[in-house]
């Protein structure tokens, strides 16, 4: 019968690893924010934002501040008129996507739900606003959990339920260490965003690049350590069937 | 005032929401792991053909000219005893080619006595009740009109019934179409997670499998006991399932008793399909959950994983409940403030993380049916997601709407079949070809598969 028993050694390797990585990023929470946010301004650089600085931010009440980019972020009645357009073209573009692919329509509906909502609020509230400073301290705080929850998903993930330990743990490190320049990239466009369109899109973009990014990028990479282990552990089950 | 109230609510509900669906996930990491890691499951395999008492098949058709050939066809060559089987296709008020059919199957094969229905009420359960009361066998097997059984399908669902305490046997379901589209491709993974994961778990840890009418069987006195099926549930299987359950009867799975459906190629079926499941479902959970609570029959955990099974639609609202919640504080900006927000998108990105648990079980499942290609679609199932999760709430609300205000509700709806509709010849190249490709299938099973699940 087709089992993976647990074994010891796989187990307790990968709980040191994530344990390992988790203490680290702990101790070493200032000077990893600190990391993220120097290659965020790499990236920023290179896509040309007219980041003024960075300005130091507290993220954790009881740790030393980290830096927070300031850049200018529009209210809504400041934003240009392209902007404005985009949004209606965003909001066209997701209905024709809603209507037409149909795995993809509840989650366009949402995004569509989420933009309406949000060029309501802006124009009713022009003064809503967001600073960028205070954005950056949004997204490191949340990006900060996810890299101290990362490590014990990874090891739940690839760790245990797969049958190269060695592959396991590399895994482990090359995701934790992809998230975090992930996230940097996905805060430099967010943050592009928000200079060039103002508060508009904020919530799809929220929604799409936050948290739901890690998912996606660690089932992403979990369906090609499954790929490789189906074929590593057993052949396929004989079937009539075709196989897709 | 009421800025600080709307906060306090939404944090009320997002922490609401955290719990309630983190429990669900440390459920998934279980069964998936406990699934993973036991090499000998409960299995009944060793008495596969060594029980064989008289058995009833029930094949319930309504309009099913594309695959009632079919599936008569793999039971004509199944291995089962001929002087032991007693097959009935119930007719139900079809009004396409399936009468001729049935009919010319049953002038070939003396054993096949089809129950032609012309009134009563509609609905696959209505006509369960009247071809019942026709079947002669110790064992009721049922199958639907669109699966096609292995040769020793029959044989394998009616083996656990050798230990008297089992009152029904559940097989697996197999998807054949899975290359016909995107949406069968991820259905089938799916499936694969919800039977060689979930429901041999299940099994493995002495929970009861759930009862499934697509590939099952029912001991007959068990069924008289429990007072037939229910014909006002549109999920009948489940329904079953928790009647027996609550009456002292267990439910055998038996994975390697594999039968080959047809999964939905369009998300319209697919919806409605789905819709079917969730309101009958949970109807289940209103009609059974105060007395599994009280079943002398039942442990704690048994209990208690009754009702994770019987409440899992609910999960959809729930997440969408924490979607509106965290939306809401992210729109005041006085909650920007508070350093909970942060706090608070950071528990439902741990929700989210929280939900690998479902792709944990499609991956476990994966390994263990070396699925190699179709496991890169994995991502997609997040699509596959969403669109359930709109589709069982969409389902809920006029459930729970009819409820409130008596209305009808949903009623039984046929899942559209697409066999034979890209080639003209059928899935089997007609029904004379069903004979050599239900053979291959049970060389699979005999064989082959013999250390394959």
């Known amino acids: 019968m087709r089992a993976l028993p647990f074994s010891n050694v796989r187990l307790w390797a990968g709980v040191a690893l994530a344990l390992a990585i988790t203490v680290w990023s702990v101790f070493y929470a200032v000077p990893i924010m600190e990391a993220h946010s120097r290659v965020a301004a790499v990236l920023a650089g290179w896509a040309g934002l007219p980041v003024s600085g960075w300005a130091p931010v507290g993220v954790f009440p009881g740790l030393e501040p980290a830096s927070g980019p300031v850049l200018a972020i529009p209210t809504f009645s400041e934003v240009s008129e392209g902007a404005r357009l985009a949004l209606l073209l965003s909001i066209v573009g997701l209905l024709i996507v809603a209507q037409r692919f149909s795995l993809f329509r509840n989650v366009a509906n949402f995004l569509i739900v989420l933009l309406v909502a949000s060029a309501v609020a802006n124009a009713v509230f022009d003064n809503f606003r967001l600073e960028s400073i205070t954005f950056g301290q949004i997204w490191l705080r949340q990006e900060m959990l996810v890299w101290l ?10 760790v245990i339920p797969q049958p190269n330990l060695l592959r396991g743990l590399v895994w482990v490190v090359f995701l934790q260490a992809y998230g975090f320049v992930f996230s940097a990239v996905r805060m430099v466009f967010v943050l592009g965003m928000l200079h060039y369109t103002g508060l508009i899109f904020m919530p799809p973009l929220w929604f799409l690049l936050g948290t739901m990014s890690d998912l996606l990028f660690v089932l992403f990479f979990y369906s090609l350590s499954i790929h490789r282990s189906s074929g590593e552990l057993w052949g396929v089950r004989d079937s009539w069937q075709s196989h897709f | 005032m009421a800025v600080t109230l709307l906060i306090g609510i939404s944090y009320v509900v997002i922490a609401f929401t955290v719990a309630f669906l983190l429990l669900y996930a440390v459920r998934h990491y279980l069964l998936g792991y406990s699934r993973l890691r036991i ?15 008289r058995v009833t098949v029930l094949i319930p058709m309504h309009n099913e000219e594309r695959v009632a050939a079919d599936v008569l066809q793999a039971i004509v060559d199944s ?33 096949i006595q089809p129950y032609h229905r012309t009134d009563g009420q509609g609905g696959k359960p209505a006509a369960l009740v009247e071809a019942c009361a026709r079947a002669t066998g110790d064992i009721l097997v049922m199958f639907d009109a ?6 020793a399908v029959i044989k394998m669902l009616v083996a656990p019934f050798a230990d008297p305490e089992i009152g029904a046997s559940m097989g697996r379901v197999v998807p054949h179409n899975i290359g016909d589209s995107l949406l069968s491709g991820l259905l089938s993974l799916e499936r694969s997670a919800g039977y060689q994961g979930v429901q041999q778990s299940r099994f493995n840890l002495g929970f009861t499998a759930q009862f499934g009418g697509t590939v099952g069987a029912v001991r007959a006195a068990a069924l008289e006991s429990v007072g037939g099926w229910n014909p006002e549930s549109l999920t009948e299987d489940t329904d079953l399932t928790f009647a027996l359950l609550l009456s002292g009867w267990k439910t055998a ?3 390697r008793a594999e039968c080959y459906e047809e999964v939905p190629q369009s998300w319209s079926v697919r919806r409605r399909q789905l819709s079917r499941w969730v309101t009958g479902h949970t109807e289940c959970l209103h009609n059974y959950w105060p007395d599994l609570m009280q079943s002398r029959f039942l442990t704690r955990w048994e209990k208690v994983d009754a009702l994770f099974l019987l409440a899992m639609y609910w999960t959809a609202p729930v ?40 792709f944990l079980e499609i991956g476990v499942a994966s390994m263990l049916d070396g699925t190699r290609i179709r496991s890169l679609l994995l991502p997609l199932n997040l699509l596959n997601f969403f669109a359930n999760t709109g589709a069982i709430c969409n389902a809920l609300r006029k459930f729970y709407w009819n409820k409130l205000w008596g209305s009808g509700g949903d009623g039984w709806y046929k899942t559209h079949r697409t066999r034979g509709t890209s080639g003209g010849d059928g899935f089997f190249g007609g029904s004379g070809a069903g004979a050599s490709v239900t053979a291959r299938s049970a060389r699979g099973l005999y064989h082959a598969r013999a250390e394959g699940d």
């Open chain 2, 39 to 53: 090499d000998q499951p409960k299995d009944s395999m060793e008495l596969v053909g060594f029980y064989m008492p």
């Open chain 1, 149 to 158: 929850i990362l490590p014990w998903v990874l090891l739940l993930l690839f």
């Open chain 2, 319 to 358: 997440l969408v409940l924490g979607w509106v919640a965290s939306l809401l504080l992210f729109f005041i900006p006085e909650a920007h403030q508070t350093p909970w927000l942060p706090l608070a998108l950071a528990f439902l990105g741990y929700q989210l993380f929280a939900n690998q648990a479902t």
């Open chain 2, 146 to 151: 669109d699966y096609v059984p292995g040769r």
């Open chain 2, 253 to 255: 799975y038996v994975n």
């Open chain 2, 79 to 111: 291995d089962y005893d001929w002087e032991k089987l007693e097959v009935i296709p119930v007719n139900d008020r079809s009004t396409d080619k399936t009468r001729e059919i049935v009919d010319g199957y049953a002038k070939r094969y003396p054993f």
